[in-house]
């Protein structure tokens, strides 16, 4: 079974930073062909992509973080991290990772970031 497991969030003050680790089990082929996105759902409010890595390590990010946050992906351990630095109070909320092709795969638990002013 395909799962996604999210992790490293916590409480941060503004201008802090935080690693996010996403890990996919249960097939190492969909990680390794997919290109991967960091999403993030602020309190009250949908789901936005953040930023994505293709599999050969091409990167984008929504222009909110550029500059601030780096993703990249280390494709052995089937696992996308995304560096957070510099981190604002509008940076609160939950993340989550997945495949960027539809359909998406089931969503994990994602993984809560506080910021603090």
């Known amino acids: 079974q395909v799962q996604l497991v999210e992790s490293g969030g916590g409480l941060v003050q503004a201008g802090g930073s935080l690693r996010l680790s996403c890990a996919l089990s249960g097939s190492i082929f969909i990680f390794r062909i997919n290109t991967m996105a960091w999403y993030h759902q602020a309190p009250g409010k949908q789901r936005e992509l953040v930023a994505t890595?293709?599999?050969?390590?091409?990167?984008n990010y929504r222009d909110s973080v550029k500059d601030r946050f780096t993703i990249s992906r280390t494709n052995a351990k089937n696992t996308v991290y995304l560096q957070m630095n510099s981190l604002k109070p509008e940076d609160t909320g939950i993340y989550f990772c997945?495949?960027?092709?539809?359909?998406?795969?089931?969503w994990g638990q994602g993984t809560q970031v506080t910021v603090s002013s």
């Open positions: 890595i293709t599999n050969s390590g091409s990167t």
């Open positions: 997945n495949k960027v092709s539809d359909p998406p795969l089931p």
